[in-house]
């Protein structure tokens, strides 16, 4: 596949995505391929651990490719996005239960379904061009791919702050908010690599690591704690508007961009889901409740149309005036029945 590289170096199996000029953006097939040859290193006596990477300085995966996406579900064809979400989700849990080590290499965007087969590994290694978020509210979606998982267990309620503004973290705040491990100078990344693939050896990774350039997240934490504590949508832009700092101003415009369903579903997301129950597939099966259903009722294909077809930066979400119901939250995230995500290997 011109896509993705999949092959056994010395001791390593590598896995590189070869699609620069789309950002290394995610398809199904590519999910397919990293699914299969990952079940089957799995099983290879020969390779010790795997190595992720991504061809271009721009990104490691900007996301999910969303054009098919889009086409079938403007043709009321839900079907595909379903699979694609479900066999995607599949493949994230796999990658977070690896009993080899997984390293991935984030240069530039790791966004979306970037972060599903990046920041799910044991050895997750940024650089100095690193740039990681959870955008999805901006085109009607929910963070998915399992980083739902990530954002509950930020610190205090970074996660809301990150998941409903899609705030692109540099490597400090990466590492301070649970998205990656290490920071090591890209200068000295196709080196470790190749240390990599001749001694299958991981803890040769942190041997490597450096400090990171002093990140922002931490010291606003205690204002994030502050205006994301509330229960609802409703409670956090009440905080944010009977504030005159700066950084309440800039937050809440970042909100506002955003599908205020999407929101608001991503709020009480991460409530249901803190806690000692909290594991990578039920977060990864609470999101697909809310994917399962994008298309057909939540504001998914406006969010598309606006950002990438027509690109006119002005969406008509559903609850555009940012008073979203609770049971309209509920209706997205009730569970699915027959439909409900398993892991079961087919």
Known sequence: ???????????????????PQALNALSYDMCMAIDTAMRNWREDDAVDLIVLDAEGEKAFCAGGDIAELYETG???????GQKFWRD????????????????SFLQGFTMGGGVGIGCHGSHRVVGESSRIAMPECSIGLIPDVGG??????APGRLGEFLGTTGFRMGPADAIFAGFADHFIPQSQWSDLIEILEASGNAKLVAEHAETPPNGELAGVLTEIDKHFSGETLGDILISLRNDDQEFADKTLEKIMKNAPLSVACTIEMLHRLRGPSLTMRRALEMEYRFTHRAM????????????????????NWQFSDTDVPLVAVSKMLQPLGADTLTFEED
Request: proline share 4%; no cysteine; hydrophobic share 35%.
């Open 1 to 19: 596949m011109s896509d993705i590289e999949i092959r056994t170096t010395g001791r390593a199996g590598r896995i590189t995505l070869t699609r």
């Open 74 to 80: 403007t043709k009321e064809d839900y079907a595909y």
């Open 88 to 103: 995607e989700y599949r493949l994230n849990a796999l990658i977070f239960e690896y009993p080899k080590p997984v390293i």
């Open 148 to 153: 739902s998982l990530m954002l509950a267990l």
């Open 296 to 315: 057909e009722h939540g504001d998914f294909l406006e969010g598309i149309r606006a950002q990438i077809i027509d690109k006119d930066r002005n969406p």
